[in-house]
Structure formats: structure tokens, C-alpha cells
């Protein structure tokens, strides 16, 4: 919020996103007629969590966040706005909301399809080198597109309209994202050149075989990379190398499995990958903080913060 514009847009969109929560009572979170867009509001802090961020953007309008990517820290606030183009695991948490001040957040949904495709009608120049090459950003929201957000949450009053013209704002928001000061990451995963689309496949082979031995050779191959490239590109954009992202995954996938089942530790560990039970539960450890029971009957017990 560089401007008095700027500022006067959010505190607009302040008010409209108290008077919706004010409407919802004490529900924390608002899903809509639109599938891919959620209003989140908490009134405390929150401890840290772990989980899979999606590709999408999420707005913050009143309360401060921390999040964790690799070994990178994110700090953001009101009218500043996080975006992922793939899906990464990370840790995070509100570190400022109160119940007169709750954490407002705006969660959009990203399809890098159909970012894709929309790039298409756009006239974009070419993707050039600059930027830390990361794939989870965090910019300042421009008053266009805190605009867009404001007359989102006011057509929610003439549901007739959602169909076709929340599709077009959605249309405006990827149009503000792409343009914007993020622009160029979000391009990148979605879209990118050679290496950029390599790094985003290797990802998504990494997430549809996690529960297999990773072999960087041969991952290099599928994404018609030299191992050496893959690597460095890699960890410049996901803040962790391929063999990290991977225990992330598997880790976050047996959490999920611990905590929808009644099934031994020893066996989800097999399930996601691990040779070893004993390795399984000490990198479980170390990653929540907790043992693979502790953790699950801690989870059961208490409903875990998205």
C-alpha cells in the first residue's frame, strides 16, 4: 500500500470483507458459489503448520503471516498477497490476529492450466532472465487488484451474476497477477522456458512417485536435463533440493494417512517409501516435531489449523 489510492482501495475492501464474516456469525472460514475462491478470517495466532501449499494466491486484508519454504522465511501483511504456480510443501503460521482484529485472508485458486491458457490471449513480452527464480513470491496488491477483490465480494449480492461474471474477475485477478510484480515467477512455473517447465515437471513426477527411490539420473532424464542443471535449478526455485522435496512429501502424506486411519506407524512408512521404520519415525520427528502416534493422536484430538 505505496499510495493514499492504494490505501483507500484496502480500507474499502477492509469493510466489505468484516461485513460478509459479520453475516457468516462464528464461522472462520467462508466457501463460496465459487469453487476456487475462500474467505479465511482467525481471531488468534496460530502455532506453525505443515502442509502442501497449492498453486494459488491468498490476499491478506487485516493480520500478519510467517511462512516457511525450505529454509527461506516469508513475512507478509495487509495488502500484500503470497503466489505459488505449483504445488510446494511449506510451514506457516498467523503471527498477528486478535478477536477485534482478526487475520482476514482472500484464498484464489490457481489452475496452471489454465493460467496457461490465458496467457495465450494476453500480449506478454518474452520471459527474460532477472528475479531469485523462487517459485513461492510475496508482492504488495495494487489498487487495480484489490478493486477486483472489492467488486468480487460485492456481486456475491446478486448470486444470478456469479457464474458468468466471477469467472471474468477470476479472469482479472490471473490478468493483475500475471502483470504484476510477480508476474515473472508466476510465468515461469506455469509457462516458462525449457528449464522453468523442466523444474515444473520434475515436481509433479516427484509428487506422482514420491513412494519410489529417487534417482536424480534418471529424474533428469525424464525432464531432459543434465543432473547438474536439475539440481541447481531446482533448489533455486523450490528453496530445497529434489531429494528434500521429496521427503516432504512423503512425510506430509504419512501425517495425512496417520491422521484418517487406524493404521501402525511402521506400515504408512512403507506406504509413502521408507525401507526403515526407525529412519521414518526420526525424520517424522524432526520435521513436526512429535512421533508418528504422538502426532496422530494430537491431530485427532485438536481439528489442525489449514
Not at 529454509?71 to 486478535?98: F, N, S
Not at 456475491?156 to 456469479?162: A, K, V
Not at 506407524?265 to 506406504?271: D, E, K, S
Amino acid at each position: 500500500m505505496n499510495t493514499p489510492s492504494d490505501q483507500s482501495a484496502h480500507l474499502s475492501l477492509l469493510r466489505e470483507v468484516h461485513r460478509c464474516f459479520s453475516s457468516a456469525g462464528t464461522a472462520d472460514d467462508i466457501g463460496t458459489a465459487l469453487p476456487w475462491f475462500t474467505l479465511i478470517r482467525r481471531s488468534a495466532p496460530t502455532p506453525t503448520g505443515r502442509g502442501m501449499l497449492q498453486p494459488s494466491m491468498c490476499l491478506i486484508v487485516q493480520g500478519h503471516k510467517e511462512m516457511l519454504v525450505g529454509d527461506r522465511v516469508l513475512h507478509y501483511g495487509p495488502g500484500q498477497y503470497v503466489q505459488t504456480g505449483v504445488a510446494m510443501p511449506v510451514a506457516g503460521r498467523i503471527i498477528h490476529a486478535t478477536a477485534t482484529e482478526p487475520y482476514y485472508g482472500l484464498r484464489v485458486d490457481l489452475d496452471p492450466r489454465e493460467i496457461a491458457a490465458f496467457m495465450l490471449e494476453m500480449d506478454l513480452p518474452s520471459l527474460s532472465e532477472g528475479g531469485d527464480g523462487s517459485i513461492v513470491t510475496v508482492h504488495s496488491a495494487s489498487e487495480a487488484l484489490t478493486d477486483a477483490f472489492l467488486r468480487l465480494l460485492r456481486l456475491f449480492e446478486r448470486p444470478g451474476d456469479l457464474p458468468v461474471l466471477g469467472r471474468l474477475i477470476k479472469q482479472e485477478i490471473m490478468y493483475h497477477l500475471l502483470t504484476g510484480p510477480g508476474g515473472l515467477s508466476l510465468r515461469r512455473a506455469v509457462a516458462g522456458g525449457h528449464q522453468e517447465q523442466a523444474v515444473s515437471r520434475a515436481i509433479s513426477w516427484i509428487r506422482e512417485h514420491y513412494d519410489e527411490p529417487l534417482r536424480i539420473a534418471k529424474l533428469a532424464q525424464v525432464v531432459h536435463l543434465s543432473p547438474s542443471v536439475l539440481h541447481r535449478r531446482f533448489k533455486t526455485a523450490t528453496i530445497m533440493s529434489p531429494l528434500q522435496y521429496q521427503k516432504q512429501v512423503r512425510l506430509l502424506e504419512a501425517r495425512r494417512r496417520l491422521m484418517s486411519g487406524d493404521q501402525e506407524a511402521a506400515t504408512v512408512a512403507y506406504q509413502v517409501g521408507y525401507e526403515s521404520p526407525s529412519q521414518f519415525s526420526r525424520e517424522y520427528r524432526r520435521l513436526f516435531g512429535a512421533t508418528p502416534l504422538q502426532d496422530a493422536q494430537q491431530l485427532r484430538s485438536h481439528a489442525l489449523d489449514p
